[in-house]
Structures are given as C-alpha cells and as structure tokens.
C-alpha cells in the first residue's frame, strides 16, 4: 500500500455521524462526488477516480477524487488527482474522461472547460506509476471541432479495434439530435478528429437511447452467453433542464464493430439495446475493458455508476438542498457490476468479490413478510412451477408515512439480490439489468420486505472483512 493513503474509505464511513451515509461503497466522507472516471486496473489494483467538490456538497469546482482496491472490497482513499489549473483549459472544472496508459505512463484524458457552456477541450495529464501523484501542464490533445453542427462536445473514452486506438466524445448537433464522435489516436497528445460517428437519426439508437446529448459515452467488448462477444455502447441520456434530475436515465446499444472497406475506420452498427439500469437515481456510468475472471482471457467489462441524491423521485422521501448542504455530502457510487449479454439482452451483475461483506445471518429461507437491517444483503429465490410467479416490494417505514422504495415482478425460479446500505438500494435480477434507488430512514423506521407466495429469503448483516 502506498504511503500516501489517506484512510481506509469504508472504515471511515462505519463511524460517519450521518445514518444516511452508506459504509460499503467507498467515497470521501465530506463533499460533492459524481462521476465515476479513470476507471483503470493498472499493477494489481483497481483504481477509481470521481467528480469531486471536497468543499461544499455542490456540484462546483469539479476535482478527482481518487479511491483504489487491490481486491474491489478494501478500498483506500487518495488525495484529490487533478485540479482546476488557473487561466488553464480546466480552469472551471476537470470534469468525465478517463486514465489510460500511454506506454508504462498513466494518462488522464478528461474534459477541461473554462466555462459552463458546452464547449469543452480533452486535457491531458501524466500519472505517477502508484496513479497517486500527477503532472498538470495544460495540454489540450483535441479542441472544439470547428463544425457549426456540433454545439456540445464532453467526456472522451478510449476504445481499442483492430490493433489501433480510437476515441469518441459524446456531442450535441445543432438539429436536436444526440450524437458521438469519433477520433483516430496514435498519440495521446494529438488526436485526429474523423467526424460524426453516430446520431439518434439512426433508428436502433432513437427507440433505446433518446436525448440531446450523449453523454458520458462508452464502448465496450462483453461475453455472450452462447460464445463469443458482443460490442455494447452506452450513454447517459442529456435532456436540456435535467440539472442533474435525469429523467431519461441511461441507456445502452449492443451491436457490432467492424472496418469499413475504404477508410478502414470502425463503423458500429447496433442491433437492439434498452436501459442500463431501471431506477431513477443512476446516471453517468464508466465502465473499464479488461480481461476479468475468465482462464481464456475473453474481452470483459466492469461498470460503476453515480447514485445521485435528490427530492424524491416516484414517491420516495428524498432530501432537499438545504438537508443535503447540513449533511456535507453527496452522491455515493455504485457496487462494480459484471456486464454480459444473455439472450440478445444486457444482463449486469454485482462483481462476485461484494458476497466478503455477508455478516451474521439474520434470516434463513424467510418467507411472507422479512424485515430486513439498515445494512443488508437479501437473496430472493422464486419458487419453482407455475404458480411461482409474484412480486417483491421492498417497504421503508411503516403506516401513512411508509415508501414502497422497490416493487419488482419475481419469475418461477427466478433470483434476486438486494442490497440495502443505509440511504443507497441496489437490486439485482437474473437476466436483467440493475435497479439503483435512493431513500432516506428517518430515526426508528424499519425496511421490511414482501414476498410472493412460495418464495424465499436468506438475508445478511453487511460487516467490514478483515
């Protein structure tokens, strides 16, 4: 471990004076976070960076945060990454993009912008080996196109196809339309700008992934059930007005890659797609290519994800400005999650490592009503043959002042996982993607959970291993 960890993350968060502070997701215990960014598995750990105000619990002055694990449960906090650099192309925020390395060099490639409009530049920066210390000199490796239709560029990602490296930037047109586009990228500090790549004109991407802008764009190789693998694109879906209230939420295309004939350059060509994740208070996804738990080194994907606070959304208590600037913190992210693709469909789960925070067992094959701790795992198993079928609601509280936070359908046979970490709900399905929530206990109240005939239950205290 390097000398210049700060803390534990997790073990912090066990002692925060907010009970609506999550312990088990890893974040600073003061401040704004939003996107995860820099997502990168770079000598033996995982290293995860964030949108960070360390200031105040607004979104301001955006810093990185940084967070890394060597075996995603042990997680260490860093000091802040990259900082908005005075009269330089990041002066009012470095903001999504993500960490790559160039040779044996880590390199942030992120959008730098001056002001708040949507013009942003890709600024890079150089990482120490350990990604703990890093040299900011300003350089700007690609500028607004000089395209009168592209009004709004942000957040670079790196893909790799055919032995060569590319980029792409989520954008606005000036006709409405979401759009990516695309750069060829022989060297990090110039990239070659190729156009427009892909907009909602194209059919598949207006029915699965309608916005204004496409932001925070990925691209990435996952397993199919049946063999081989499939290419997955997602975005976070920008609507003008959203003020970090998301309605759209994210979505994501599955297609293929392939070359095109003259130019030789990718052309993707989605076949179906649909949400990345069911709930409303997801948004701003980053997922890292890496080869992950397979003998055959077969392209994998993990994912986080930004669980945003907010006011209450489908008719759940929330927390206005005023309760959140009190708090001093905001945001928290997500569990990693395993991406594949089962069934022509996007199937995400939690990384397998998480089952190491099952404490005490509180409930054993439970069945009817369950009353589930403030921190907690729930494995819900439908029962088998026709008449199997039913839904699960997951209740905060009790009487008038009760919130159903979760009510989902539960299939014959079918599993859930259900994680419960104070003020963050994560739910899991089999062959489905995830459910992200939000809701806030007030002091005494209970979550109890409501199972459908035949099901059942086995449920966990969460606990910091050893």
Request: charged share 15%; proline share 7%.
């Amino acid at each position: 471990m390097t000398d210049l960890a700060l803390s534990s993350s997790l073990a912090m968060a066990a002692t925060h004076p907010d009970p609506a502070f999550p312990r088990f997701h890893p974040r600073p215990a003061q401040g704004w976070i939003n996107d995860p960014n820099g997502i990168s598995y770079i000598n033996g750990r995982y290293h995860v960076f964030f949108q960070y105000n360390p200031l105040s619990a607004r979104h301001s002055q955006i810093q990185w945060g940084h967070v890394s694990s060597a075996d995603l449960v042990h997680w260490e906090e860093y000091p802040v990454a990259l900082s908005p650099q005075p009269g330089g192309p990041d002066s009012a925020g470095c903001w999504t993009g993500v960490v790559t390395l160039d040779g044996f060099v880590p390199t942030a490639c992120y959008s730098g912008v001056q002001d708040h409009g949507g013009h942003s530049q890709v600024v890079i920066a150089r990482g120490s080996a350990d990604l703990v210390t890093w040299k900011q000199d300003g350089h700007v490796a690609a500028s607004m196109p000089a395209d009168p239709l592209v009004t709004a560029v942000r957040d670079p990602f790196i893909f790799h196809f055919n032995g060569a490296r590319y980029a792409m930037q989520g954008a606005g047109l000036a006709d409405g339309r979401a759009a990516l586009l695309l750069y060829t990228v022989e060297s990090l500090d110039d990239w070659k700008y190729q156009g427009i790549w892909l907009t909602t004109a194209d059919p598949v991407a207006a029915a699965h992934t309608p916005a204004e802008i496409w932001e925070c764009p990925q691209l990435v190789q996952v397993p199919v059930s049946s063999g081989g693998s499939a290419w997955v694109m997602m975005f976070s879906l920008w609507l003008s007005g959203d003020d970090h209230e998301h309605a759209n939420g994210v979505g994501h295309l599955i297609g293929s890659l392939t070359a095109d004939p003259l130019s030789g350059l990718p052309v993707f060509t989605p076949s179906s797609g649909g949400k990345a994740d069911l709930g409303r208070d997801f948004y701003a996804p980053q997922i890292v290519q890496l080869s992950y738990g397979s003998a055959d080194s077969s392209p994998a994907a993990l994912l986080w994800g930004w669980a945003n606070e907010g006011p209450g959304r489908d008719g759940r208590r929330g927390r206005t400005e005023e309760e959140i600037d009190d708090a001093g913190w905001s945001g928290v992210l997500t569990h990693p999650r395993v991406l594949s693709v089962v069934d022509g469909a996007l199937v995400v789960s939690p990384v397998p490592e998480v089952e190491a925070y099952r404490g005490a067992s509180v409930a054993t094959r439970a069945a009817g009503s369950v009353v589930v701790p403030g921190f907690a795992e729930v494995l819900v198993r439908g029962a088998s043959g026709a008449s199997g079928a039913g839904s699960v609601e997951l209740v905060l509280g009790s009487g008038a002042d009760a919130q159903v936070v979760y009510s989902g359908s539960l299939a014959a046979g079918e599993e859930l996982r259900i994680f419960v970490d104070a003020s963050l709900v994560e739910v899991y399905g089999s062959g489905s993607v995830a459910t992200t929530l939000r809701a806030y206990p007030a002091p005494g109240e209970e979550w109890q959970l409501t199972l459908p005939s035949g099901a059942t239950a086995d449920v966990w205290e969460l606990a910091l291993p050893a």
